[in-house]
């Protein structure tokens, strides 16, 4: 799929982009409603502009916005999720290793072969049987003499009889073991070869050539027989024992190796269809493991909304079940639109149909073995989007169903025999495959399950694919459809001739059948056995023969050729009962060559994991992480693939634009290259340099710096929670570069979640983005230079640790500016995700400070201030900052009037200059501004008390609160297990910070410990009021925090003198209440008030707009109505609030 998008120029304060006026433009990618994670995208590719930044901004979103568990909300688990980048003009290589030869249908190592075409022989056990001390017959005819019936008039045949058991009874035919019956013969034509007798008892009382009885049959005669004329006595080998009363179904059938003269033998119309019969020869194709059908998908197209796929199928069974597929199909960017497992390796059948991009429908099922493997089978399998039902048929009746299965199909390519990428291959033979556009009816795939299509069928004209699988040699099959779209078949699967017990369909009805004696009586059986050989042409095998020209694999030839040496002899069920020699014509031994893989270059942009979303609230709007990828200029540009993979991909709802800000960067990014491609390593695998192995790479000559940007997670149980270090080491000598993989998760800015996300792993964290380590070439390889790079990890083996590793180089040019500094980040006050626990804030502001010039910095100049306030500041800062490093400076304030503005939103700005004293020689990316929010504001007379208990690890927390200067006021440390603190806030006016720390890592609560080891115990923290005595919440801290909290609120207010203003007055009398309340007010000037009552879960039930005119309110806040319990009462104005508990009483 390609995706267009109309690119846009705006004047931006999002992402902290300049004020005075860069241009940006924006390419937006995927939206939550984006159906895939896979298109085509064009990036801004103009030779002529300039882009002195690319931000990449991540949002993502539960689905739908909404909060659940499993499949609601936010998807339950963490999955990788990393996003990549497709560039066909680069090129990735990976050291492989390829057989000199590919031979079909073999996997060993030393091939004996031969030119002259071979035979596989079945070994049959046929019986010669005669009577012997006949203590006494009977003999019971049924029908008569008068008609010509056909024996053997084509070289297979199947053909059964019906024989009721009331006309058995009446021609005086007793119950009891039935010995033998003969058949009046006129004309005796050529020997019938495999010639079997087997009979069973049936409740049909006619025959239906749409419904015939294929099995369940005991068989009684087994021998070539020649026929002669007369009564041809047919004695068994083994007796039947009738009832009577049933119905007797006789079933004659033959294999002769071509069609001879036929017998005709005597017999009358039974005056209902008593006979059936199938002469038609039938294949069918045999995938042992390997080989396909390519099927055309043109007529495909015709496929949206409905589908039926019906196929006989003989599975193997000496191997399934299996992980198999027997067919699939996938739309054009390789999402399964159309598969099913016949059976999985678990025994179940699984069919999974439709996928709007987000993943596909799916009904499954246990099912018996006979259900797939040992006997011909009939499947059939439906979908209707419109109606949202998926059905599976076994044998023409209702298996399993599905229900509100809508998403739409869309096949693009179509294999039989295997999955789409040609692997999980079939175990057993198929026929008669079939494909309509068309949910057929029970009805219909009942009465055509056994004939072959034709255009008599009511729903043909939906027919898109037709595979009766009929040509019994070649490497095409036939479409019968209309459409008449011939497949194409891969790696020789081996044409099989039904037998003529096998045959299944193409049954005629008749009322003729031959006249009939059965022998019964008190005769003892004497079973000569008699070894039979038969013999099938075998299929070719090809050799493709591989070599390697330079780093490439080539294919030098193909040849077909056929098997030598000792070949298997095979009974009648596929078990080996012996072998016979074929002399080789020669021998193939099968080695290995070393190449390199080559594919399109594909580079990861971004590796994060998916946070566990049981619970977890993203909000409306979703939470966005903005990631500089300037480093990916050369390639982001014209249209690109971009992917997200992994698993992960539709955990949640994403949003992605790519933010190109016009400009001069400090260094052109010249080029970025994979040294190994990104892909999965074993950890025995990494250490013995069977992956990432040693590379030699050349420096281009036009660089000025280089940079290596690694980006490893590792997985597996102790891959994940062990850390480990890795390295790069150039050109042989001590390591230059070792970097533990590890990350601290316990203060994810997205908490808490639904799993064990706070625990630290090896490199990522559950809803984080992967470090990556930037590793600088400075001073250890110059321009032109062809340098050996290894990476490795050290450290003692683990078994089931892998790693997901993206090593990139970097080349920059020379630096466009000698005194160049950037504002890279406000860290506070931000609304910024990736700082949401430090913010919102009262105190002294941080901002991240990059030197992008070519010199180092030893001091600069810092203006900062709230658009719209009265007081700007500068600081002065003394201090080295090498080219290319950043730092984070805190910004000092002196009071609190500094966050007062007349705007009517709050904006930080801030601007760098003055690098050593001199001028800035890119003024550009010297500012930038960020939205905020103020904390929390508790008026100076309010009664507070932080109350804190702990839980069973309580050496693991302390807490302190500083005023602005960091003097710590409050504290409190060494405190016992499971212990309530109430400590009384009494604090002056001013700005206040809380910080709670928990070493472990696992804050106060975790759900872990209350599974694992509930001796763990839990705890909280919160903030409250004391109103009339009694303690109200203001301010609950989530006590599955991680490692810290930072809390910054107001005491007082903010105001623009250094002095304190008397304060507002906010009262609420009488608390608690029944039915009234009065909410005194004064001190709010003459601005609107909103007054709101909000209960415990923040859902407001009363609002009333005040008109402030006068300084001094007294206001009725009537309560009838309202439940008994605890409420707060809310004052807003403009955008600050005050609150105060209510307690409501009966």
């Known amino acids: 799929m390609k995706h267009l998008y109309l690119t846009f120029f705006f004047f931006a304060l999002l992402c902290g982009l300049p004020l005075f006026g860069q241009d940006t433009i924006v390419v937006q990618t995927f939206t939550w409603d984006s159906p895939t994670r896979a298109g085509y995208f064009e990036f801004p590719d103009d030779p002529t502009a300039s882009y002195r930044k690319i931000l990449m901004r991540y949002n993502m979103r539960c689905h739908d916005a909404a909060v659940g568990n499993g499949n609601v909300g936010c998807r339950e688990w963490d999955y990788s999720c990393n996003t990549f980048l497709t560039d066909p003009e680069l090129t990735d290589s990976v050291m492989a290793t390829h057989p000199t030869h590919l031979i079909s249908n073999f996997s060993g190592t030393e091939f004996e072969y031969t030119d002259v075409p071979t035979y596989t022989y079945l070994q049959f056990v046929q019986h010669e049987a005669g009577f012997s001390n006949i203590t006494s017959q009977s003999n019971t005819t049924i029908g008569f003499a008068s008609e010509l019936i056909g024996l053997g008039e084509a070289a297979v045949g199947r053909q059964q009889y019906l024989f009721q058991g009331s006309e058995l009874a009446n021609a005086g035919m007793s119950a009891g073991p039935i010995y033998g019956l003969t058949i009046p013969i006129l004309t005796a034509g050529d020997e019938l070869k495999f010639l079997r007798l087997r009979i069973k008892q049936t409740a049909q009382s006619e025959l239906n050539p749409n419904a015939p009885e294929v099995d369940g049959f005991t068989e009684v005669y087994f021998l070539n027989t020649d026929p002669s004329t007369g009564d041809q006595e047919f004695r068994f080998y083994q007796p039947f024992d009738w009832d009577g009363a049933s119905n007797l179904l006789v079933e004659f059938s033959f294999t002769n190796p071509n069609t001879g003269l036929p017998t005709y033998a005597l017999g009358s119309d039974a005056g209902f269809p008593a006979a059936l019969s199938s002469t038609t020869p039938d294949f069918s194709l045999n995938f042992a493991g390997s080989g396909n059908i390519d099927a055309p998908t043109d007529a495909f197209s015709g496929i949206s909304n409905e589908i039926t796929i019906s196929l006989w199928c003989f599975g193997d069974a000496a191997t399934l079940p299996a992980n198999s597929t027997i067919f699939e199909g996938v739309d054009a960017n390789n999402q399964r639109q159309a598969n099913v497992h016949l059976p999985w390796g678990n025994g179940q059948v699984y069919w999974d149909c439709g996928n709007d991009g987000g993943g596909y429908d799916r009904i499954n099922l246990a099912a018996n073995a006979a259900d797939y493997e040992g006997r011909w089978n009939h499947w059939a399998f439906t979908k209707n989007a419109a109606t949202g039902s998926m059905k599976i048929y076994l044998n023409g009746q209702l298996w399993h169903s599905g229900s509100g299965k809508t998403k739409p199909i869309d096949i693009q390519s179509f294999r039989i025999g295997s999955n789409a990428g040609s692997s999980n291959f079939y175990y057993g033979k198929v026929n008669e495959f079939r494909v309509w556009n068309k949910e057929l009816d029970p009805a219909t795939i009942q009465e055509w399950m056994y004939k072959p299509l034709s255009a008599d069928h009511p729903d043909y004209a939906n027919l898109t694919a037709y595979y009766p699988l009929n040509e019994g040699i070649g490497t095409i099959t036939a479409d019968a459809s209309p459409n008449g779209a011939v497949g194409t078949i891969y790696s020789f699967p081996t044409w099989s001739p039904l037998r003529g017990k096998d045959l299944y369909q193409a049954f005629a009805a008749s009322n003729l059948r031959p006249q009939v004696t059965f022998i019964q009586g008190e005769i003892e059986i004497s079973d000569n056995e008699v070894i039979v050989l038969d013999s099938t042409l075998n299929s070719p095998h090809s050799v493709i023969s591989f070599g390697v020209d330079g780093t490439d694999l080539v294919a030098l030839d193909t040849t077909y050729v056929y098997r030598a040496g000792d070949l298997n002899i095979l009974d009648e069920n596929g078990a080996v009962v012996g072998t016979q020699f074929v002399t080789p014509d020669g021998a193939i031994s099968i080695g290995s060559l070393s190449y390199y893989q080559k594919t399109d270059a594909k580079f990861e942009l971004l590796s994060l994991v998916t946070p566990y979303g049981n619970g977890l609230d993203l909000g409306p709007e979703g939470k966005t992480f903005t990631f500089d990828v300037t480093d990916y200029a050369p390639i982001l540009k014209g249209e690109k693939y971009l992917s997200i993979e992994l698993g992960g991909e539709y955990q949640e709802e994403l949003d992605i634009q790519f933010l190109f800000i016009t400009g001069t960067p400090p260094r052109e990014v010249l080029s970025i290259q994979n040294i190994w491609p990104f892909r999965r390593g074993w950890y025995a695998d990494i250490q013995a340099e069977n992956v990432f192995e ?394 609107e008030l909103q007054l709101e009552l909000i209960d415990l879960t923040g859902q407001i039930l009363l609002r009333q707009t005040v008109e402030q005119g006068a300084d001094h309110l007294r206001l009725p806040v009537v309560l009838h109505g309202i439940p008994t319990g605890m409420y707060q009462l809310r004052v807003v104005q403009e955008s600050k609030s005050w609150v105060r508990p209510v307690v409501k009483v009966k």
């Not at 002294?844 to 010199?855: D, E, F, I, S």
């Not at 109200?1032 to 910054?1048: A, C, H, L, M, Q």
């Open 694 to 1087: 040693p590379r030699e790479l050349t420096l281009s000559p036009d660089g000025d710096r280089f940079k290596v940007r690694s980006s490893i997670t590792g997985h597996g149980q102790n891959g994940e929670f062990v850390p480990r270090t890795h390295y790069l080491n150039l050109n042989d000598a001590p390591n230059e570069f070792e970097y533990e993989v590890w990350k601290k998760c316990g203060e994810n800015p997205i908490f808490p979640q639904g799993g064990t996300w706070l625990f630290d792993r090896a490199g990522w964290c559950p809803g984080m983005a992967t470090d990556v380590h930037e590793l600088p070439l400075d001073f250890l390889a110059n321009a032109g230079e062809t340098i050996t790079i290894d990476y490795g990890v050290i450290g003692p083996q683990l078994n089931e640790a892998n790693y997901l590793v993206s090593n990139q180089l970097v080349t920059y040019g020379p630096a466009n500016f000698n005194r160049d500094l950037a504002v890279e980040a406000i860290v506070k006050p931000t609304l910024q995700l990736e700082y949401e626990r430090f913010n919102p804030i009262c105190s002294h502001p941080r901002v991240a400070v990059k030197n992008t010039g070519a010199l180092s910095v030893n001091s600069l100049k810092i203006d900062y201030k709230v658009r719209g306030g009265s007081v700007e500041l500068t600081r002065d800062y003394f201090g080295q900052i090498a080219p290319g490093e950043t730092k984070v400076i805190e910004l000092p304030i002196d009071w609190l009037g500094f966050w007062l503005t007349d705007e009517p939103e709050y904006v930080f700005e801030v601007q760098v200059h003055s690098p050593d004293g001199a001028t800035d020689e890119y003024a550009a990316n010297d500012y930038m501004s960020a939205v905020f929010q103020l904390p929390d504001m508790y008026d100076s007379d309010d009664e507070l008390v932080l109350q804190l208990r702990t839980n069973n690890r309580p050496t693991e927390n302390y807490y302190t609160i500083t005023d602005l200067e960091g003097n710590v006021v409050m504290s409190r440390y060494q405190m016992a297990n499971s212990t309530t603190y109430n400590d009384e806030i009494n604090l002056p006016s001013g700005c206040y910070s809380l910080f709670v720390e928990d070493s472990g890592d696992d804050g106060l609560d975790y759900w872990y410990w209350n599974v694992v080891d509930p001796s763990v115990g839990s705890g909280f923290i919160k903030i409250q009021e004391i109103v009339n005595g009694i303690p109200i919440t203001v301010k609950s801290f989530e006590p599955e925090f991680g490692g810290s909290i930072r809390y910054d609120f107001v005491v007082g207010q903010y105001t623009g003198s250094s002095e304190v203003e008397a304060p507002r007055l906010f009262t609420v009398y009488p608390n608690p209440a029944q039915d009234e309340v009065i909410v005194e007010l004064q001190g709010f000037g003459a601005s």
